[in-house]
């Protein structure tokens, strides 16, 4: 926050954590290597069955697939905090004093 803290522009902040937790959500489709691997956690995190099968069975890239709606029903903003992730955008809030 060091150095975003310091912009007044609240757009770019966003974009930013957005990105942020797309690459995360990339990160970890990318560590759970196998079909079976990926169906089985996004089934856990409360994906849909269909949803779940039809994405952790996928060719697609990484990048493309972060952004499913699957990836997104099972890693969720909440389930990411819960890892550690910290939202850039509340934290940039806290500096300028809005919260």
Known sequence: MNYFGISQHYTPIEELDGWLRRRIRMCYWKQWRRPRTRITNLLKLGTRKR??????????????????????????????????????RNLWLKVQGYT
């Open 51 to 88: 949803q779940a099968i039809l994405t952790g069975i996928s060719r697609k890239g990484y990048w493309r697939l972060s952004k499913t709606l699957a990836t997104h029903t099972g890693m969720t903003n909440q389930w990411l905090e819960q890892q550690g992730l910290l939202s850039v």
